[in-house]
């Protein structure tokens, strides 16, 4: 057959070395990853002969096989799962994840400057090329079930690797290290060493659900040696909490979520009665860099009778739960069960709703137990978390319970909403917040100059989905959500009747020059008034109760929805010396052709300063460059 070179992904190469040279202390992960992909090949030849009956493919021994050739020193992963398809090796195998490879590399940099680079092979599909840790060449040889025609792909980890067709492949895969020499300084053991060999798998690989063989050195009195299987097989999730260590559960969740870091917290999970089923999950540590991204893989692993259904089952937990990993292995349903069943099947609602429960209070005992990783777990989810308060209303108080926010009060400890009300003046209705980019730019806000004037608290927002959960939600223990940058602003106490008398008395003496301005700026406002919010600033723009913010139509725009612009509304503080100077102006000026220059520099001024652009940049420069000639 004819063999052909191919050259690595200048990205893949790049990883390679970086795996090979400097990466990691600890090698002996390559063979938890070679038997995690022996294991997922298996999964999927059971998968795939449950789904297709007719498929040539033999399934009455499934297993894995870990064969050491001391003399040769070579070692080899052997499994009869799914193999692969000479197509399928030049894209998975040839190509170092197809997607990510760059985003793996930027991570692999940080973990290894920070010394935290354990184990993160297993992340973007590139577990395979741990073996070039250990090995100056690998050959794999493979051949997918049903196909007749097996591939051989070998490489020595530099620039190439060859392909090449073979017709007498076995069906699966085995891949062959061929073995550096043992340098225990460097933490590279003797791979050959069946001492070895049993104590990585038990520690990496115990829980795997297929049996783990290897053929020991000798014989058993007749001439053969005799395989013997090196894991216990039993399912985690099925063994009682007391038989299983925190280390055991660590390793199951790396071997399901290719992380290299242990989890932030273990949930456990047993439902018995009319349908049973048991749970394992984990909540990550660190959220995935792809976490926001249209091809982020979610959901748990599904099995039936401890019978591997489906990898990434999206029907047991709802999408702000994405992040969650772990096992669900129900009794009760059909081993033929597909996803379009799965969305309409009654059991697997009711699992969501019980697994979604669970975990929401698991976050909650978070927050009451473990400040501090609860704060972790904020930190990398709380943004995913708070799409549950728009998409799920049912648990959306259990949300708003685990959920926390900056705040003025503080500004370092961010507050829950139980916090903030229970810190409420007097006669205060509502929980006010303001959304923005950064907490940087909302806290110099004109928005908050009276609230900070006065001492009352406003909720800082920095997230893109603030501005609609927040619209969805309302209110909260039976005081409205409100965003101090929107409708009128009244922090007087009704007692306050001076206050009152002032603002009409204002009223009247700006009249004129409201209305001038409403005229002047038709175009880009509905209305100029005179503002209750603002103490120092000169003006601001704020948005009706019920219009559409700037940040929420941007947000529609940029999901392909086309929305209406809204006209927004002029605040002016008639304490200013600008606004004061203006007014007059206008009483005392029969050509206003100047004045409405200065009207255009405010708004676009007030647009500014809520980290708005100015209609027309150009024409602001100007006039702005213009002003300041003539003061000099």
Not at 390 to 402: I, S
């Amino acid at each position: 057959m004819t063999t052909e070179t191919f050259e690595f992904q200048v990205e893949a190469r790049q990883l390679l070395q970086l795996m090979i040279h400097s990466v990691y202390s600890n090698k002996d992960v390559f063979l938890r990853e070679l038997v995690s992909n022996a294991s997922d090949a298996l999964d999927k030849l059971r998968l795939e002969k449950l789904r297709d009956d007719a498929l040539d493919a033999d399934v009455s021994d499934l297993h894995i096989e870990i064969d050491v050739d001391k003399e040769a020193r070579t070692l080899t992963v052997r499994d009869n799962g799914i193999g692969m398809s000479y197509d399928e090796v030049g894209r998975l195998i040839g190509t170092i994840a197809n997607s990510g490879t760059a985003a793996f590399l930027q991570e692999l940099r940080e973990a290894q400057e920070g010394g935290g680079a354990e184990g993160l092979i297993g992340q973007f599909g590139v577990g395979f090329y741990s073996g070039f840790m250990v090995a100056d060449e690998v050959t794999l040889v493979t051949r997918r079930a049903g196909e007749d025609q097996g591939t051989r792909w070998s490489s020595r980890g530099e620039a190439t690797y060859t392909l090449e067709k073979v017709d007498d492949a076995p069906q699966g895969t085995s891949v062959t290290l061929h073995l550096k020499p043992a340098d225990p300084e460097n933490q590279l053991h003797d791979y050959t060493s069946e001492w070895t060999i049993r104590e990585i798998v038990k520690r990496y690989s115990d829980f795997i659900t297929w049996p783990i063989r290897m053929v020991p050195a000798g014989d058993d009195g007749d001439g053969a040696p005799a395989p013997e299987t090196l894991n216990s097989m039993k399912a985690l999730w099925a063994r009682s909490r007391e038989e299983v260590s925190e280390d055991e559960y660590h390793e199951l969740y790396k071997h399901i979520s290719h992380d290299w870091r242990e989890p932030l917290e273990t949930i456990r999970l047993q439902a018995e009665g009319t349908f049973e089923y048991q749970s394992l999950l984990f909540i990550p540590a660190h959220a995935p860099h792809d976490l926001f991204t249209r091809d982020f893989k979610r959901g748990v692993q599904l099995y039936v009778k401890r019978v591997f259904i489906m990898d990434d089952c999206e029907a047991l937990l709802p999408p702000y739960l994405r992040f969650v990993k772990g096992v669900v292995d129900a009794q009760d349903l059909s081993l033929n069960v597909s996803r379009e069943i799965l969305q309409q099947d009654r059991h697997i609602r009711m699992m969501q709703r019980r697994l979604t429960k669970k975990v929401l209070s698991t976050v909650k005992d978070l927050m009451t137990k473990d400040a501090e990783r609860y704060a972790t777990f904020w930190r990398e989810f709380g943004t995913v978390l708070k799409e549950g308060l728009v998409t799920d209303p049912d648990n959306r108080e259990a949300l708003l319970a685990v959920a926390s926010f900056a705040t003025t009060h503080s500004e370092d400890e961010p507050t829950t909403l139980a916090g903030y009300v229970e810190r409420m003046k007097d006669g205060q209705d509502a929980v006010y917040y303001i959304t923005g980019e950064s907490r940087q730019s909302i806290e110099n806000s004109p928005h908050l100059e009276a609230f900070r004037a006065k001492g009352v608290e406003v909720l800082l927002l920095t997230d893109p989905v603030d501005e609609v959960w927040a619209d969805a939600v309302g209110e909260y223990e039976g005081k409205k959500l409100r965003s101090v940058t929107k409708g009128e602003i009244d922090l007087d106490s009704e007692g306050e009747e001076k206050a009152g008398e002032e603002r009409e008395k204002q009223a009247e003496e700006f009249a004129g020059l409201l209305g001038w301005m409403r005229e002047q700026l038709d175009e880009d406002i509905k209305e100029v008034r005179l503002s209750t919010r603002l103490t120092v600033s000169p003006a601001c723009v704020v948005s009706d109760a019920h219009d559409l913010t700037p940040a929420l139509e941007n947000m529609y725009r940029a999901m392909g929805q086309e929305v209406p612009r809204t006209k927004r509304i002029l605040e002016l503080n008639p304490g200013h010396p600008l606004v004061k100077s203006l007014n007059q102006a206008y009483a005392d000026r029969a050509d206003r052709s100047e004045l409405a220059e200065s009207a255009e520099l405010l708004h676009a001024l007030a647009v500014l300063a809520e980290g708005g652009q100015p209609k027309d940049p150009a024409k602001f420069v100007r006039a702005v460059s213009e002003r300041l000639e003539r003061t000099l």
